[in-house]
Every structure is written in C-alpha cells, then in structure tokens.
C-alpha cells in the first residue's frame, strides 16, 4: 500500500497530465457551482468531506476540489444492463450532492441512457464514435447484472438487438477502467438469486479484467462519487476488499457503527415492529437485521443528506452489499439461524466472537448466544 506521501505525489502527476489536456465539456465548474448558488466556501467543505470519505488527510482536499474542476477531461460511458436504474436515481436524485450531481454533469458523460437526450441509432452511434475517440481512455461504469443463458438473449438493447453479454465485453474492452455500480453489476443481484432462469452474473464474471464493485442495492451515492473522484485524482483504483469492493467505504461492518450496537451488547432487543423496545431505539437483530454480518459505511455515511439510514429508521440491514445476499440474508425480518455462505460473515463472526469473547464482561449473554451458538428466539 502507499504511504499518503506516494499518493499526494501521484496525484499531483495524475493532475499535471490532467491540466495538459483539453476540457471535454463547455463551461467551468466554478461557474456551474456558481450558477447553481453553491459557494467556494461550500465547495471547500465538500472536497473535505470527499478528502475523509475516502479516508484521506486534509492536506489532499485541494486535490479533490482541483480533480473535480478537471472531471471534465474524463470520458465518462455508463451502461445499463438487466437493472432498475436504481442505482442511477442514487446518484442523480442525490442530495449532498449538489455538487455530486453537478460534478456528474460535469465530468464528460458520453453515454448514459437515462440521463443523455440522443435516442435509438443516434445514441448507438454516440456510443460508437465515443468508444472510437477516447480508446483506452475512458471510464466504464456499469449498472445492472448480465443475463448469459441463451447466449445472453434474455437482455437485448438498441435497434441492433445486441446482447448485453455483447456490448459489456466490447465496451469494457477498451474502457481504462471498470466500475459496477450497485449490487446487481457486482455480484448479480436480484437477477442472479436462485433460480436464476437467465443465468445472470456480475459483470467481474463475463470479462476479463478486474473492476471494482461498488456494492450496495442502491450504493450509496457518496460511494459512487468518491470513487469517481479517486479515479480523477489518481488515475487507478483504490485498495479493495476480497470483493473487490473499496476499502474506504467496505472496510467496516454496519454491525460495527450502528447507534444500536450498545443495546445488541446489553441483551435489549425489538422482537415486535412497534413494541416498546422499537420506540426505545433497541437492536433490531431479532427482527433479522444481516448488520454484523454486512460491511459498508451506511452508518457513517447515511443516506439523504446524512439524514438517516434503514437501521435508524427503524428496519434492519439486509445486507445489500453482499455477494447473494438476496439468497443468503433471507428471511429479511428474521435472524440467520446459520452461517451465511457468502460474504466476509465468517471472519467477521470470527473476528465478532473473539472480540466478544476478551470483552464478554458487560456484555449481554443473550445477545450472545443470539449470534455465537445460533440459538435465536423466535
Ligand atoms: S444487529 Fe443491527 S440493529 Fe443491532 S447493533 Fe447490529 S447493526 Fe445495529
Ligand atoms: S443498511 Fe444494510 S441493507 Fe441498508 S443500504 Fe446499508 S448495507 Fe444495504
């Protein structure tokens, strides 16, 4: 891994090369903030707030606001495969984001079938010719799983019917670099849950080149930019997980930041949506929260302006950020009497039950035996 020193002086190369380069978009993103009533001073601690997501010291939120101004030299081609456009409405719908979604307006979007106006051949030929112009040089991000059986037929686009079998190996081909945003793209999702009649995979399956998974159903819009943003600035991918997911958002478990986690170690649980515990804030284990055993920065981060996020609302984690969660983590509304199959889950039961074990004194037998002998009360 490399000391903060290497990276401040790679990303100074990274934005040296950068400026040498002409902008791909008409207008500065100075002037787009401005235009849109954000301030320096709000871009200021937007930057900041990227510079610790991505688990940086200060001294490289410069950096990050000088990558965003020069996002526009980045091709940016995002396609959409068997999905709901979920992940999509994330990031655009996106609050913090002001200058997220702006910063996605501004980074040079050559494709993007939900938010570009072209249609039918002209969008094909967009493509094309945006393939053609910036080989090699251009960012892939990928939303949605990749139906294989058949040949891939069961997901057809464009007026040529290609598969997306077809057109995820001819893009990511020439792409410098491959992002799948949300679950489906990483792992498979929702298509790929048993019985997978279409055969769906992760994109990471079907070519052959690594990618990084920005895991979650949707991802946090904050992941997706940040990961933009360290591509921006530094011209590579970050350090990932065994999921190939980035360490700076994945690196935790939900389990582990809840504002529940103290009543989990106390033995005091909801075990009714509405009961007195509910309204007491107790942990949702027992309504099946998949928290301990699903990494991702929900807690931290939150979604909708850092507002909330499903656990504070009142719902357990799924564990959408899981490989096969959707097989593994179910019942939703009930706690695991087994160890999932997939998933860092047995490390982190491993890591959970040593843990537990040195700090056993105050906290909640029950608590433990809920998770470490399986014994879940119904
Ligand atoms: S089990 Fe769920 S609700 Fe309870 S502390 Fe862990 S993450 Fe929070
Ligand atoms: S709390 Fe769990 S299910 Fe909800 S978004 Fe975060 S990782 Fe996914």
Same mark, same amino acid.
């Given at each position: 891994?490399?000391s903060?020193a290497?990276?401040?002086?790679?990303?100074q190369?990274r934005?040296?090369e950068?400026?040498?380069t002409?902008p791909l978009r008409e207008?500065?993103?100075?002037?787009?903030l401005e235009?849109?009533g954000?301030?320096?001073r709000d871009f200021m601690?937007?930057?900041?707030t990227?510079?610790?997501l991505?688990a940086?010291?200060?001294p490289?939120s %410069?950096?990050v606001?000088?990558a965003?101004?020069?996002?526009?030299?980045v091709?940016?081609i995002?396609l959409?495969?068997a999905?709901?456009?979920g992940c999509?409405e994330?990031l655009v719908r996106?609050t +913090?984001?002001?200058i997220?979604?702006?910063?996605f307006?501004h980074?040079s979007? #050559?494709?993007?079938e939900?938010?570009?106006?072209?249609?039918?051949?002209?969008?094909? #030929?967009n493509l094309d010719n945006?393939?053609?112009?910036?080989k090699g040089k251009y960012?892939?991000?990928a939303?949605?799983?990749?139906?294989t059986?058949?040949?891939g037929?069961?997901?057809t686009?464009g007026?040529q019917a #290609?598969?997306?079998?077809?057109?995820i190996?001819?893009?990511?081909a020439?792409a410098?670099?491959v992002i799948c945003?949300? %679950?489906?793209?990483?792992?498979?999702?929702?298509?790929?849950?048993?019985?997978?009649p279409t055969?769906?995979k992760?994109v990471g399956a079907?070519i052959?080149?690594?990618?990084?998974?920005?895991?979650?159903c949707?991802?946090?819009?904050?992941?997706?930019?940040g990961?933009?943003?360290?591509y921006? $600035?530094?011209?590579r991918l970050?350090?990932?997980?065994m999921f190939n997911?980035p360490?700076w958002?994945y690196?935790?478990?939900?389990?582990d930041n809840?504002?529940r986690? /103290?009543?989990?170690?106390?033995g005091e649980?909801?075990?009714e949506f509405?009961?007195d515990n509910a309204k007491?804030?107790?942990?949702?284990?027992k $309504?099946g929260?998949?928290?301990?055993y699903?990494y991702?920065n929900?807690p931290t981060?939150r979604?909708n302006?850092h507002?909330s996020?499903?656990?504070?609302?009142?719902?357990?984690?799924? /564990?959408?950020s899981?490989p096969?969660?959707?097989?593994?983590m179910a &019942?939703f509304e009930?706690?695991?009497?087994?160890?999932?199959?997939?998933?860092?889950d047995? %490390?982190? &039961? +491993?890591?959970?039950?040593?843990?537990?074990g040195v700090?056993?004194? /105050?906290?909640?037998?029950?608590a433990?035996?809920?998770?470490?002998?399986?014994k879940?009360e119904?």
């Amino acid at each position: 891994m490399d000391s903060h020193a290497a990276l401040f002086e790679l990303g100074q190369k990274r934005l040296a090369e950068l400026r040498k380069t002409k902008p791909l978009r008409e207008g500065s993103f100075q002037k787009k903030l401005e235009k849109n009533g954000i301030t320096r001073r709000d871009f200021m601690i937007w930057s900041a707030t990227i510079t610790s997501l991505l688990a940086l010291p200060l001294p490289f939120s %410069t950096m990050v606001a000088e990558a965003a101004e020069l996002s526009d030299r980045v091709p940016l081609i995002w396609l959409s495969l068997a999905e709901c456009t979920g992940c999509s409405e994330s990031l655009v719908r996106s609050t +913090t984001p002001d200058i997220s979604a702006l910063l996605f307006e501004h980074v040079s979007l #050559e494709y993007q079938e939900v938010l570009m106006a072209a249609a039918g051949d002209q969008a094909e #030929e967009n493509l094309d010719n945006a393939m053609k112009a910036y080989k090699g040089k251009y960012l892939l991000a990928a939303e949605g799983a990749v139906p294989t059986a058949n040949n891939g037929t069961f997901l057809t686009l464009g007026s040529q019917a #290609e598969t997306g079998l077809s057109l995820i190996k001819r893009v990511a081909a020439d792409a410098a670099a491959v992002i799948c945003v949300g %679950t489906c793209s990483s792992y498979g999702g929702v298509q790929a849950a048993r019985p997978n009649p279409t055969g769906a995979k992760s994109v990471g399956a079907v070519i052959d080149r690594p990618v990084i998974n920005v895991a979650g159903c949707p991802p946090n819009p904050a992941n997706i930019t940040g990961t933009l943003m360290y591509y921006i $600035m530094f011209g590579r991918l970050p350090a990932l997980d065994m999921f190939n997911r980035p360490k700076w958002a994945y690196g935790a478990r939900v389990h582990d930041n809840c504002e529940r986690r /103290g009543h989990f170690d106390a033995g005091e649980f909801v075990t009714e949506f509405g009961d007195d515990n509910a309204k007491k804030g107790y942990c949702l284990f027992k $309504m099946g929260c998949k928290g301990p055993y699903t990494y991702n920065n929900c807690p931290t981060e939150r979604f909708n302006a850092h507002t909330s996020w499903p656990v504070l609302a009142g719902h357990g984690c799924i /564990g959408c950020s899981e490989p096969d969660f959707w097989d593994d983590m179910a &019942d939703f509304e009930k706690p695991l009497s087994r160890q999932p199959v997939h998933g860092l889950d047995a %490390t982190a &039961d +491993t890591i959970g039950a040593v843990i537990l074990g040195v700090t056993a004194v /105050g906290i909640g037998a029950h608590a433990v035996s809920s998770i470490f002998a399986k014994k879940v009360e119904e």
